[in-house]
């Protein structure tokens, strides 16, 4: 009988998978999340490569459960009570660089120094080289066009990794628990790199599958993954047209989408789209999308082979 192995307190390893030189990819749900389109991503990732978590982070001391409730499940019949998950998966990528462990995790409301300790320890354990966070922002974005996503790293290896440079960003204020996990990442030593998808600020509809496939499109071919994207493809397609159809409804929308549209076509692709309150009039009745992008996850939930 398999016994756990706790490494440090609240970090629970189940196994030791056997790794090269890995990459953490990490997404976190909540404010870091725009259309829950990193979690999303990573959540694909899983499901496709079938793989069981190796390790987790109790949430006993991270989360207000009274914000972030258990959910309660049938499976077979019995009740099965889950509470909020921070989980790693690994996978072997045969002919890449780099294997690549996942955390899925849910951004926490409590002792965040404790939090991102497990998971650099859980780095430094691994051998880790290096940590990837994804993040999707609300952003003056237009819904027509393919979602943009901003990439940087200070450390070369990861530069050249994913064809990315280093950016001085001037953004002062509120930051999320992906921001303070880079910190803590390169003071420990490990090479970091960030991707941002922008999602547009007027669609109120989540998952959004265009931030996520602008994602996984940057990860696959710099990581040499083989995923196939074709399925996220489809539905990013058909979640197009649904978002047209709502944006049609409204005039005002209208409106304001033309708008975005023509300032992001004479904008410099190098530009990246400031974040927004999503304080504007959002999309009516998203209902119809969300239903089907649930009806998605929920079939994708066992992972599919290529």
Not at 28 to 44: C, I, K, P, Q
Not at 143 to 170: K, W
Not at 177 to 184: D, M, P, S
Not at 241 to 247: G, H, L, S
Request: aromatic share 8%; proline share 6%.
């Amino acid at each position: 009988m398999l016994v756990a192995e706790v490494i440090v307190a609240d970090l629970i390893v189940h196994r030791r998978p056997e790794l090269r030189r890995p990459l953490l990819i990490a997404a976190f749900a909540g404010w870091n999340d725009a259309g829950e389109s990193a979690t999303s991503a990573v959540r694909f990732m899983r499901r496709r490569w079938r793989e069981e978590p190796f390790a987790e982070i109790d949430p006993e001391e991270f989360y207000d459960f009274t914000q972030t409730r258990p959910r309660v499940r049938l499976e077979k019949g019995e009740r099965v009570l889950e509470w909020p998950q921070n989980v790693f998966t690994a996978r072997q990528v045969e002919g890449a660089e780099h294997d690549i462990i996942l955390l899925e995790g849910i951004e926490p409301h409590l002792a965040w120094h404790t939090y991102v300790d497990a998971i650099i320890e859980l780095c430094r354990s691994l051998d880790v080289a290096g940590v990837v966070t994804l993040g999707a922002l609300l952003a003056e974005a237009s819904h027509t066009r393919p979602v943009q996503v901003n990439g940087s790293s200070a450390d070369e290896p990861l530069q050249q990794l994913f064809g990315v440079t280093t950016r001085a960003s001037t953004y002062e204020g509120p930051t999320g628990i992906v921001g303070v996990l880079n910190q803590a990442a390169r003071e420990a030593g490990f090479a970091t790199a960030s991707f941002w998808g922008n999602v547009p600020y007027y669609v109120n509809a989540t998952p959004n599958p265009k931030g996520s496939l602008a994602l996984l499109q940057v990860l696959n071919p710099a990581l040499g993954l083989g995923l196939t994207l074709h399925d996220l493809e489809v539905f990013a397609a058909r979640f197009d047209a649904q978002v047209a159809a709502e944006v049609a409804k409204d005039s005002d929308v209208s409106t304001l989408a033309r708008q975005i549209e023509a300032r992001q076509d004479t904008e410099s692709p190098e530009e990246e789209p400031p974040a927004v309150n999503p304080t504007a009039e959002e999309l009516p009745d998203g209902a119809s999308m969300v239903e089907d992008l649930e009806r998605y996850l929920r079939e994708h939930r066992e992972g599919r082979s290529d």
